[in-house]
């Protein structure tokens, strides 16, 4: 296994710290020794590689950001650059981890009790537990206030009932994060694997993120003890906010596909020979290739303002939008380029482009579409909501 050396156009490394330089290249080393020797396999599977789970918990990935249950406290920065890493071995590996993270134990942290906290969060973090967070429905994706699982008091209980879909870690979760209305109001509750009435089913077929565990939840009459709602969480800006730390992981993960589909279709065209030459002579292939490094280089700059914002505390939702969709979509194009400058080759699983193409079309759509990103970002600058 060849080891990555990045893409940094722009000597954008001068620019980060040492540890930051540490944790990206710890990342990157486990991704080559860990995860491009089984990803292949695994996405041909449908088969989340579980076994890497403890192996991510011991980089101190899960947390990562925070100080208290024993966290290392990184700073964003070096929290995105572990996400680029992530994906550039796979959507699966980033997906497993932000969703831990930024949907599973940043709400438990900011809207649990001391108790939930004191529960879960070391679990979470030692990778002992894995969460998962449950607000997209069948019915209502992009308009998750339109939901309709309802949680009703019932004494000392709450009953949930609803279905979730297209969950994250779902089949393996311990404990799902689920929002329903009580009384007409989002709120957070924890239910754990093997609640009568709540079962997690695997959605089969995809031929998208097909390493990645996604599911569907559903909640039957499932009775839970009332201490297990999210006390500090009240109203669909709970939810929202989870949703700002998976853009922030996704913005910076999208870069790793970029970078692993560039990376690879460069040497391939230096290689591979037609009319007598190899393919990157000629001035069409050239010009794609100086596209793709062009959008990468911006895309990194980007997401290094971006963590600065976030660890000075002013970053606002729309910037952390305006990065989601820009990355994503560059991504994607990149991605799109690269297979097809790979020609046929560029079909099978044996180049690492089609995996990520593939995958990235789950990205562009999860965690808001990119046309939610886009009305976002409309509202921002005009003050006028296009949503409805
Ligand atoms: C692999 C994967 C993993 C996921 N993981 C999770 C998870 O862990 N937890 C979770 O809760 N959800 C998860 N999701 C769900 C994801 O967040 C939703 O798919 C997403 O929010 C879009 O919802 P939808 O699929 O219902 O599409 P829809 O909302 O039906 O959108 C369909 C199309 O209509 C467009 N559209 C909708 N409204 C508007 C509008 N107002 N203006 C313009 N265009 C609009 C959309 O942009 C899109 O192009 C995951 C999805 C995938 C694919």
């Not at 491009?36 to 899960?62: N, S, T, V």
């Not at 995105?80 to 992530?86: N, R, V």
């Not at 996704?250 to 790793?256: F, L, N, S, V, Y």
Request: proline share 3%; hydrophobic share 40%; charged share 20%.
């Amino acid at each position: 296994m060849t080891n990555f050396v990045g893409v940094d156009h722009f000597n954008i490394d001068e620019l980060l710290t040492e540890e930051q330089k540490l944790i990206r290249n710890t990342v990157r080393r486990f991704v080559d020794e860990e995860v491009m020797p089984i990803i292949k396999d695994a996405f041909e599977a449908g088969r989340f590689p579980k076994e890497l789970i403890p192996k991510i918990a011991a980089l101190g990935l899960l947390g990562a950001t925070l100080k208290e249950y024993g966290g290392a406290g990184i700073d964003s920065i070096s929290y995105g650059l572990a996400m680029q890493e992530l994906e550039r071995g796979d959507t699966a590996i980033r997906s497993f981890c932000s969703v831990q993270n930024g949907l599973v134990i940043y709400p438990i942290y900011t809207f649990g009790s001391k108790e939930q906290k004191d529960y879960w969060l070391p679990k979470l973090m030692r990778g002992e537990a894995v969460g998962c967070f449950g607000l997209t429905e069948p019915e209502h994706g992009s308009d998750p206030g339109a939901m309709d699982t309802v949680a009703e008091r019932d004494g000392d209980s709450f009953v949930l009932n609803g279905v979730k879909s297209w969950i994250t870690n779902a089949t393996l979760a311990d404990v799902a994060v689920v929002w329903a209305k009580l009384d007409g109001v989002v709120r957070g509750f924890l239910v754990e694997k093997g609640t009568p009435g709540f079962t997690a089913v695997k959605i089969e077929h995809k031929m998208s993120a097909r390493a990645s565990d996604t599911g569907e939840l559903y909640l039957n009459n499932c009775r839970i003890p009332k201490e297990n709602m999210l006390p500090g969480a009240e109203g669909l800006r709970a939810p929202l906010m989870c949703l700002n730390q998976g853009r922030y992981a996704i913005a910076w993960g999208a870069i790793g596909a970029a970078m692993a589909c560039y990376t690879e279709v460069v040497e391939y065209a230096k290689q591979r020979i037609q009319f007598d030459k190899p393919i990157a002579s000629f001035q069409l292939v050239q010009e794609k290739l100086a596209d793709m490094l062009t959008e990468i280089t911006k895309a990194q700059l980007l997401c290094l303002r971006l963590g600065q914002l976030r660890d000075a505390g002013t970053i606002k939702p729309a910037q952390i939008s305006l990065a989601k969709r820009n990355n994503v979509a560059m991504a994607l194009q990149i991605a799109r380029m690269a297979r097809d400058l790979l020609g046929a080759n560029g079909i099978t699983l044996d180049y690492q482009t089609i995996r990520h193409m593939l995958n990235l079309e789950s990205v562009y759509t999860l965690e808001g579409t990119h046309h939610i990103q886009t009305l976002i970002l409309g509202q921002d600058i005009t003050g006028i909501s296009a949503f409805k």
